[in-house]
């Protein structure tokens, strides 16, 4: 069960305390926790928009898409992936920095439940909309509305950070991690969805493999890809995996029109796994 121990004030940094359905700091700020069990910490003054995040119909077409499965490979490889120290930890604090609608992390923590490995997670995006249908997919998590610019949780308290096509603020996944804490990123390779996007585009952009020079602060320690095809059975399954895409909003009409047309499509998934430590202070001093 989520405990919402070890958060923060998102204005000035006090230690949160549960009070009846709200979170309170020291200096009175207040943050009520909604029916379905989720926290907003975003002050209105954080946000670059007034509805931030993904939209309530990008979430949707995404919770519709992942349940399908396709991508739970994906969950295996990470399982498969898992550093020895980290199935050592009990419990395993680990928080999901762009959650969505709780996918992945609802996924790891029942297949680690089942390997008697402890997970307590967190998952955090800035979309109201993504939290929302993460805290009704699982109640096993602490889920937050929040952003990764200003993560609401004090120093050293999180032994893992996980970014899964999501955007990563290193100097605050940084801050969070324990000593010799763990970061795993996972992004698209180079093959993702290009049958997709073949048909999307005229031309595919040459691809550029992100942090090529390393991360500061950070140590690379192992990394891996996924490569397997995958099949639509359906216009309803292409609308919503392109609509829980960025190609919704970058490709042609041309090119939305012609995927329209399909009623089915094979596809490939390239992921790739980059899992790095944190530096000791030390070292991230020497830099």
């Known amino acids: 069960m ?3 121990e070890q958060l923060s004030c ?3 940094k006090q230690s949160l305390s549960l009070q009846e359905r709200s979170l309170v700091c020291p200096n009175g700020h207040s943050f009520d926790i909604a029916k379905s069990g989720y926290v907003n910490l ?6 670059r928009s007034k509805d931030p995040g993904d939209s309530k119909e990008m979430v949707s077409y995404r919770q519709s898409f992942l349940n399908l499965d396709h991508y739970f490979p994906i969950v295996k490889h990470m399982i498969d992936q898992w550093p020895d120290a980290l199935k050592a930890q009990s419990p395993c604090r680990v928080l999901d920095a762009g959650c969505g609608e709780g996918y992945y992390l609802h996924h790891l923590l029942n297949e680690f ?3 008697d490995v402890l997970l307590q997670g967190i998952g955090l995006d800035i979309s109201k909309w993504a939290v929302t249908a993460a805290s009704k997919r ?3 998590a602490t889920w937050i509305v929040g952003s990764n610019a200003g993560l609401p949780m004090p120093d050293k308290c999180l032994d893992l950070v996980l970014c899964l096509f999501g955007f990563p603020v290193f100097s605050e996944f940084y801050r969070t991690l324990s000593d010799q804490g763990y970061m795993l990123l996972v992004e698209s390779g180079e093959e993702h969805l290009l049958e997709l996007r073949e048909i999307l585009y005229p031309s ?3 691809y550029k493999a992100t942090h090529s020079d390393g991360i500061e602060g950070f140590t690379l320690v192992a990394e891996s890809s996924l490569h397997y095809p995958f099949k639509l059975n359906s216009q309803d399954e292409i609308h919503q995996l392109l609509c829980m895409t960025p190609h919704i909003h970058k490709a042609s009409y041309e090119g939305k029109e012609a995927v329209k047309e399909l009623n089915e499509i ?6 790739k796994f980059r899992w790095y430590q944190k530096a000791t202070e030390e070292d991230h001093n020497a830099e």
């Open 113 to 115: 439940s089942q390997r």
């Open 10 to 12: 998102p204005i000035d």
């Open 204 to 206: 595919i952009h040459a």
């Open 2 to 4: 989520p405990t919402f």
């Open 138 to 140: 699982t109640k096993n």
């Open 266 to 271: 094979s596809v490939t998934a390239h992921v």
């Open 42 to 47: 975003l002050p209105v003054q954080n946000k």
